[in-house]
């Protein structure tokens, strides 16, 4: 009589568990790895979480995916470290079981995470990291939704050209985007036969007094200095050539996005006005709607214009939802075949995936500009865009000298 | 050879090294009266450029530096009094074996402690307090005034440590001490409490590099790595236990990372030091100024 009572109850148990909503509708999870403490750009990956929330939010508002189901995010901290970028996916993975993983932001810790995502067959997205060899591996579960060094030197020299530069210099740091960075730059200097000399220096990314560097290229008199450092090696190489006397007299161009951060000014005081920065989103930019839609929400929610990090999270999540939903599966082989074979909505235009030659694997690129900051805590949304030419609203303005 | 530039990078070594060697000073004071390697010295370091960096942004104002330097060094002094009460005087009075390991880890831990801290109380970002003075130039050298306030206060703070030490009741027993931790003893002196202070004296050095270069080299949770391992360089290249070998050892490694960097590469910077420790170890053990130790 009691084992069958207890019987009896089990049976009831698993019935109503099946049957509850809750059971039925098991989340589907989605990884975000990404820099969230030193030595990475903590600061990138903050912006990255902030977007990829966003995103699962308005998925989750809308009523999920596939028929009900929430989106849940898992945030994972690499902390711009190969070890705890792979040990970080390993736990997404088979801990959390992840269907996809998106917020990669630097590019040695992708090189380390893409080949184990390969082995647990797990879509990895790209959201700033852009060496181009993380593409042109032709890996299946790799996908990327930035721009790849390539393209970045490509309009870098093609500014020079038209600038008239002669003697650019360039301080780079000792990972995959610095030293990829400058070997794509000498290459491309002898195809785009370049007018130009070009000296490049290597730095180890732990060091934090770079003033001999600084002096040998400032004693070397480049027309342009070019600062390949990410995060703090950025803010220390724009101080310390402040310091030396080589900016601003020197246009100096930094390689990526940070200065559109709102830290920048905080950082850099007076030693970052006239620098020169790569940009992928500029406020004045007409988006998709669903970008307007995320532009408004990030203003009103942080009382800040969002940043390119955010905004490339944000549409990354947004349409893993959509090939999620397009697949009908939250099974990552399905997930793979709808990314290939789906056009997806981005924040400012259609993204595809398409296996195309070389590093154009499985790659959608955003555009680039390069803006200036021409006085002292100038807001993002006036620096002015000095290149390409069909987008600019003024030219490269020289500081005066000290 | 361009002279004016081998000039500047000169000249830019010795004022990187003569500041360093606080943390070199902080280290080796410690080891000279503890015996023990404090492996967190660079999160003191930190704990220093944060501290500086949150009275200037909240209460002082930016002009106020100067006043929040010897705070900063007063604070991280009454944390390391702190810590050695707690956590590494047990080494001391109980029966411990492996007074060594015992130190080793508790400082390690702290190392991960204090990072993690970092983290959690002003987030994983990097900060810079305003310039303590404008950009000048030191001869043939262009630096920035802050790196010019860190050296003048480097030679003060090295001057006021040789007065405490030799001038003074309390410096005679940190030099008793050293000698002879049982001797000092049988003179009627506390020499748990020295090691209280003495710790506290040696992070607060520390503090006070991380305050003077916090505009410099900013301020973020992993700021006190490479000052750390360059103290370690330096009391390698002057002798383990010496405050003098503390100073030249860190002139000389300016010096010879500035000619590395002039006649081989700028990118290998950090490499040159690690030569001429090399060189010292195989030919000079304890070091230029360390002496050996004897044991009874």
């Not at chain 1, 589907?28 to 939010?57: E, N």
């Not at chain 1, 709102?262 to 620098?275: D, I, R, S, V």
Request: glycine residues 8%; aromatic residues 10%.
């Amino acid at each position: 009589m009691l084992n069958a009572l207890r019987t009896f109850s089990l049976a009831a148990v698993a019935a109503a568990a099946l049957a509850t909503p809750a059971f039925a509708q098991a989340p589907v999870k989605i990884g975000v790895l990404t820099p969230l403490s030193p030595p990475g750009d903590a600061t990138a990956g903050q912006f990255i979480v902030r977007g990829a929330k966003m995103a699962a939010d308005e998925i989750n508002g809308q009523g999920g995916v596939l028929g009900g189901r929430k989106i849940e995010l898992v945030v994972e901290d690499d902390a711009g470290t190969p070890e705890k970028g792979v040990a970080g996916l390993r736990k997404l993975a088979s801990q959390d079981r992840v269907v996809a993983v998106v917020g990669q932001f630097h590019s040695s810790v992708t090189e380390a995470v893409q080949t184990l995502a390969e082995q647990l067959k797990v879509p990895v997205f790209l959201t700033q990291a852009s060496a181009k060899s993380l593409t042109e591996k032709h890996l299946t579960y790799t996908f990327r939704t930035h721009v790849i060094d390539p393209d970045r030197v490509t309009l870098w020299n093609k500014w020079i050209m038209q600038q008239g530069f002669k003697r650019v210099a360039i301080l780079a740091e000792n990972t995959d985007y610095g030293v990829g960075l400058i070997e794509e730059t000498k290459k491309q200097f002898a195809s785009m036969n370049v007018k130009a000399e070009l000296k490049t220096i290597i730095f180890d990314r732990a060091v934090v007094d770079l003033t001999p560097q600084l002096l040998e290229i400032k004693n070397w008199k480049p027309d342009l200095f070019i600062n390949v450092g990410i995060g703090t090696p950025m803010y220390l190489i724009s101080k310390q050539a402040f310091d030396v006397g080589l900016t601003p007299a020197t246009p100096m161009l930094i390689s990526y996005d940070a200065p559109s951060r709102p830290e920048y000014w905080k950082n850099l005081g007076e030693k970052g006005t006239y620098a020169t920065f790569i940009v992928y989103y500029h406020p004045t930019m007409k988006l998709t709607p669903r970008g307007e839609a995320f532009r408004t929400r990030y203003l009103e929610q942080f009382k800040e214009q969002p940043v390119y990090g955010g905004l490339n999270a944000y549409a990354q999540v947004m349409l893993l939802a959509d090939a999620i939903n397009a697949a009908k599966s939250d099974k990552p082989d399905d997930i793979v075949k709808a990314l290939l074979s789906t056009k997806f909505t981005g924040w400012n235009g259609t993204i595809t995936f398409t296996r195309g030659e070389g590093p154009y694997w499985q790659q959608w690129t955003p555009p680039m500009l390069f803006l200036q900051y021409t006085k002292e805590n100038q807001p993002f949304t006036e620096a002015k865009i000095i290149y390409p030419p069909e987008l600019k609203t003024g030219d490269l303005m020289m500081a005066p000298k000290r | 050879m361009d002279a004016y530039l081998l000039s500047q990078y000169v000249l830019s070594g010795l004022v990187i090294g003569l500041i360093y060697s606080l943390m070199a000073l902080g280290i080796t004071f410690i080891y000279g009266i503890m015996k023990m390697i404090n492996w967190s010295m660079g999160e003191f370091y930190m704990v220093g450029s944060y501290v500086q960096y949150a009275l200037l942004a909240t209460f002082l104002g930016w002009e106020l530096w100067w006043v929040a330097l010897p705070l900063s060094m007063v604070s991280v002094f009454l944390l390391g009094v702190v810590v050695q009460r707690f956590l590494l005087r047990p080494m001391y009075v109980g029966g411990i074996e492996r007074r060594d390991e015992y130190a080793t880890i508790i400082t390690i831990a702290l190392m991960v402690l204090f990072r993690n801290l970092a983290i959690v109380v002003g987030g994983p970002n990097q900060f810079a307090p305003r310039d303590y003075a404008r950009a000048t130039t030191l001869l043939t050298l262009p630096i920035s005034g802050n790196r010019m306030v860190a050296l003048v206060s480097t030679v003060l703070l090295l001057l006021l440590f040789y007065v405490l030490t030799r001038k003074t009741w309390l410096g005679r027993a940190f030099r008793g001490a050293a000698q002879n931790r049982v001797g000092i003893q049988t003179a009627g002196v506390d020499v748990l409490r020295l090691d209280m202070l003495a710790f506290g004296v040696g992070v607060a050095l520390a503090a006070a590099a991380g305050a003077l270069l916090a505009p410099d080299f900013l301020v973020y949770p992993e700021n006190g790595a490479i000052s750390t391992f360059k103290g370690f360089e330096i009391i390698v290249i002057g002798g383990l236990g010496s405050l003098m070998g503390s100073v030249v050892g860190g002139l000389l490694l300016g010096l010879i990372e500035a000619l590395g960097s002039v006649f081989l590469s700028p990118a290998y910077k950090d490499l040159y030091g690690f030569v001429l420790l090399l060189a010292l170890l195989a030919f000079r053990p304890t070091g230029l100024f360390g002496e050996r130790e004897r044991t009874v």
